[in-house]
């Protein structure tokens, strides 16, 4: 059974910054393609950044320049480093990976039917 746990979270102030981490167990394959989303206060759930199976990423508008994801196939972990933090990066963070990796994925990272996703980690980002 796949589980994905998601670390580095927490409480920073503007223009700080966060390394957030999610380390999947029981992952079977060699390699994966993920993206990262999250869950802003009252608001639904959007797509923040994503890479393919060979490392080619995908931004959102709101987060390019500032945020980068990077992964490690061998330790089945990604990683999604934030920097310059905005009060409006406030949120639950999660991630989401697949094995399943065609070339459709990297058209649309952020409504892929990701199989794993983790639980979960708070950033709270105080002006």
């Known amino acids: 059974q796949v589980q994905l746990v998601e670390s580095g979270g927490g409480s920073v102030q503007a223009g700080g910054s966060l390394r957030l981490s999610c380390q999947a167990s029981?992952?079977?394959?060699?390699?994966?393609?993920a993206g990262w989303f999250r869950q802003l206060p009252g608001k639904e759930r959007e797509g923040v950044a994503s890479?393919?199976?060979?490392?080619?990423?995908t931004y959102a508008a709101s987060v390019k320049g500032r945020f980068t994801i990077s992964k490690v196939d061998a330790a089945s972990t990604l990683y999604l480093q934030m920097d310059s933090l905005k009060p409006e990066d406030t949120g639950m963070y999660y991630c989401a990976i697949d094995s399943y990796c065609p070339q459709g994925f990297e058209d649309e990272p952020f409504t892929w039917g990701y199989p794993y996703w983790g639980q979960g980690t708070q950033v709270t980002v105080s002006s």
């Open positions: 890479i393919g199976l060979h490392g080619s990423s």
């Open positions: 029981g992952y079977p394959y060699r390699d994966f393609c």
